[in-house]
């Protein structure tokens, strides 16, 4: 069964920084990786979604990165913002599912 | 366009009591999942049909859990009788496709503690 793990668990820190998120998955054979942000009391918004065969995607300030074979993803978030406070989450796609990882929970300080 | 809806937002029950979610997909998606999210974990699936068929139901305790889509529209969860660890968000996400390699759209989610 596919496991998702997701490093740190929380993350805080000053408004500029760049900063990375973390998520691994222990079966290679996955369909794609996404990534979603959660906002308190509302749903998931996916924000980027990286095709087995990619390497990585971009949109905007967010970049993410796939390594399958070492089972690694990364979301790297540039010039944070007071706003991209949030929990992100990756999930691993299956054939029938998608595997979420229990999401790192960000804080940018102003 | 019109997002993924659902209700209630927030639901308290005691416990053994029965509760039912409401989830209307967007407009066209054949697909619709029901993810359960307890505090501090990332969603997990329940139940995903295709119009109004179960395509996978492998994670969806049946001794207390039930859901539904007639018409291959709006679906309805049950829980009857509720236990304490029910205590979670349940989302409703939809998608145009059938596969979940397809991106899927998630509801704002229904808040149920059981007490």
């Known amino acids: 069964k596919q496991e998702v793990t997701q490093i740190p668990a929380a993350l805080s820190v000053p408004e500029g920084e760049n900063l990375v998120l973390n998520c691994s998955f222990t079966?290679?054979?996955?369909?794609?990786l996404q990534w979603f942000r959660q906002d308190p009391g509302k749903g998931l918004t996916s924000l980027l979604l990286?095709?087995?065969?990619?390497r990585e995607q971009t949109s905007g300030r967010l970049n993410a990165s796939l390594d399958k074979s070492s089972g690694r993803s990364t979301l790297y978030i540039a010039a944070s913002q007071p706003g991209d406070s949030a929990t992100y989450l990756c999930a691993a796609t299956g054939a029938n599912n998608l595997f979420f990882g229990t999401g790192t929970r960000l804080t940018v300080i102003p | 366009e019109a997002g993924v809806a659902q209700s209630p937002r927030y639901k308290i029950i005691e416990k053994r009591q029965s509760v039912a979610f409401w989830c209307n997909p967007i407009s066209g998606h054949a697909t619709l999942y029901w993810y359960q999210q307890i505090l501090g974990q990332g969603p997990k699936l329940l139940i995903q049909f295709q119009n109004n068929g179960v395509v996978d139901d492998s994670q969806l305790p049946k001794d207390r859990f039930s859901a539904e889509r007639l018409k291959g529209v709006d679906s309805t969860l049950k829980i009857q009788p509720a236990k304490l660890e029910d205590s979670a968000v349940y989302l409703c996400?939809?998608?145009?496709?059938?596969?979940?390699?397809?991106?899927?759209?998630f509801g704002p989610g229904t808040r149920l503690t059981v007490l």
């Open positions: 996400a939809s998608s145009s496709q059938t596969r979940s390699t397809d991106t899927q759209y």
């Open positions: 990286i095709q087995s065969s990619q």
């Open positions: 079966d290679s054979a996955i369909y794609n």
